[in-house]
């Protein structure tokens, strides 16, 4: 093989790689197709590029083996007063979220190989815990117990609107948007913590503006 036939194929080759990378999370998308609800009362129906998860209880436990969202796919939970649903992803592999998380109170959402919310993503509830460590329960305290066990990694590079937002991963970056407001304007609460890293893009610029952390809101980071 001569000089320009080998530059040929390592070119081919390196956009071969590209390409996958690129096709990976689109490739995984689509609507959770294998999911069980495993403790608490929860309904689960699908119309056509919907998922709406109607909980019957307050507490409800739902185990999906992925949880992807094209960006036209939207996922959506019909809570009671004070509902917390915990999600729990159990493939080993990061979910990719392009599309809408739509919930009325609380999502607490673990998985220990991580999520990616891209640019096209849009999550509001009143409250939502990304853990990309053990079982997302309950809410990080001061002694990071969710870091304990955190191996993944959380990157938003998209829009969310939640009242109280906790991420928790070995690895947190941020370049998108968060408005951290309740359902009055006010108090709203945003943790982040990374038992390694945490990396802020536009943060200072999309959270420290007038009207994305309400009035007494609070900002936390732990991490290197």
């Known amino acids: 093989m001569g000089l320009i036939d080998e530059k040929d194929a390592r070119m081919k080759t390196r956009s071969w790689c590209y ?56 996922l959506q939970f019909i809570q009671p007063k004070n509902g917390l649903v915990q999600i729990t992803c159990t493939s080993g592999m990061t979910n990719h979220i392009q599309g809408k998380i739509v919930a009325d109170c609380a999502v607490h959402a673990g998985n220990p ?28 305290d001061r ?33 998108g948007a968060i408005r951290a407001v309740d359902d009055n304007g006010s108090g709203g609460h945003v943790d982040l913590f ?14 420290a503006n007038a009207g994305a952390i309400g009035n007494g809101g609070k900002i936390s980071i732990v991490g290197k």
Do not use: W
């Not at 999520?115 to 997302?136: K, Q, Y």
């Not at 939640?162 to 370049?175: N, Q, Y």
């Not at 390694?196 to 610029?205: K, Y």
């Open 19 to 74: 390409f996958l990378l690129v096709l990976q999370p689109l490739i995984a998308c689509g609507l959770p197709q294998r999911y069980s609800v495993v403790s608490g009362s929860a309904e689960i129906s699908e119309d056509g590029t919907v998922m709406t998860v109607v909980q019957k209880s307050v507490y409800a436990a739902i185990e999906f083996d992925r949880l992807d969202l094209a960006p036209q796919e939207r």
């Open 194 to 207: 990374a038992r390694d890293t945490v990396v802020l893009g536009s943060m200072s610029t999309t959270m």
């Open 113 to 140: 190989a991580g999520f990616v919310f891209s640019p096209t993503a849009e999550v509001m509830a009143e409250a939502l815990l990304i853990s990309a460590g053990g079982e997302a329960q309950g809410r990080p």
């Open 143 to 175: 002694d990071n117990q969710y870091l304990r066990d955190a191996a993944g990694v959380v990157v938003i590079d998209g829009f969310m609107s939640v009242g109280d937002l906790r991420i928790a991963a070995d690895k947190c970056e941020h370049r």
